[in-house]
């Protein structure tokens, strides 16, 4: 079911050039604003089948668009399913603490980058201890469920590495847990300082304040088999800041929207914020320009799945799922079989009066 509210009306609500925006978070806004509205054009689509003539807006395929992330969560998780090991899986988040964010905002790349470096320099140590290299696949996430600065990643980690002989490894310890994460916790945090020193941040003040406070490392249970991380995975890979059916009203002034209150079991409220406050706070999780947001490390990596990964999976008796990516982008939603086929296109003046009768059929050609 569309949302009845979406980001794009909050926009609409706010003189951006008003606000300390860069330039970058301002074409972000004005692509969210324009996406599948007749400022961006538009196609005709006929299906093949049935002839039902559908009219759609572009998108604007910007990757912190709540309606363009979809079917590109779809394409990676089928995927995914190309790389997985039979092993228990487990998911690990880490978490930057708050002092952390004033430099966030000021140098973001360098921070999430010590984000990734730390993470994997953290488990790899784990795994040299245990005689195996391990495999990661990381997402960064910036925000909270109220839209606060929250930078942190979750990790998807299987439960077993290769040694050095290029045999594999199963279960670094138990099927319970991965790794100790006390233990986990205090490499990370030395881990990430030395990450930041390599970028060149070296304020004392900082540093000693970070060292003064535990941090968080989060393991959740294991998954129940390979299959469940696929499924999993969709909820995490291609999130925005906030989903669009998560607002539930907008006026001129100010905007409503769901949250989880994570520190009273999760229950579900409603925040109010005034409209610009939530332009600020969308705008603070607007990445930098090509920067990446999902890696993969070890056996999971580019390098590895050129080869290496494929012989793995050979010598352990497991056949990869080859199937071609199938996604319902062209499928007609009417009769629910034919394919959807473009026959015109038009741009800001809107589609051509003649298709907008109702109930037009169109012969296609197939």
Known sequence: MQPIWEVADVLRQVPLDE????????????????????????????CNDCGAVHISYNSCRNRHCPKCQGHKRVEWIQKREQDLLPCTYYHVVFTLPQELNTLVMRRP????????????????????????????????HTWGQN????????????????????????QLRTDKYLLPVKALSKVF????????????????????SLFQRDWV???????????????????????????????????????????????N?????????????????????????????IRHYGILSSTWKRGRLQTLQHSLHIKPARQPVHIMLRKCPCCKTGTLITIEIFGKRGPPPRYLRQDQIVPVAT
Request: charged letters at 20%; aromatic letters at 10%.
């Open 19 to 46: 606000l300390q925006l860069n330039s970058h978070q301002q074409k972000t806004f004005r692509a969210i604003k324009s996406c599948r509205t007749a400022a961006l054009g538009g196609h005709i689509d006929a």
């Open 189 to 208: 945090r030395a881990k990430y300082v030395h990450c930041l020193r390599q970028y060149g941040i070296t304020d004392a003040r900082l540093i000693q």
């Open 265 to 293: 079991g999760g229950q579900v409220r409603t925040m109010q914020l005034i409209n610009r406050e939530f332009v600020r706070r969308f705008a603070q999780h607007i990445l930098p320009r090509r920067f990446v947001r």
């Open 217 to 263: 490392v989060y393991a959740k249970r294991p998954f129940g088999g390979p299959k469940h991380v696929i499924e999993y995975l969709g909820r995490y890979t291609h999130k925005v800041a906030i989903s669009n059916h998560r607002i539930v009203e907008v006026s001129d002034q100010q905007v409503h929207f769901r949250y989880k209150d994570y520190r």
């Open 147 to 170: 839209l606060s600065l929250h930078p942190h990643v979750h990790c998807i980690v299987p439960g077993g590495g290769v040694d050095g002989n290029g045999h594999w490894k199963k």
């Open 109 to 140: 790349d360098q921070v999430y980058n010590a984000l990734f470096d730390a993470t994997w320099a953290t488990l790899a140590q784990f795994g040299k201890h245990a005689g195996v290299r391990l495999g990661m696949i990381a997402i960064l």
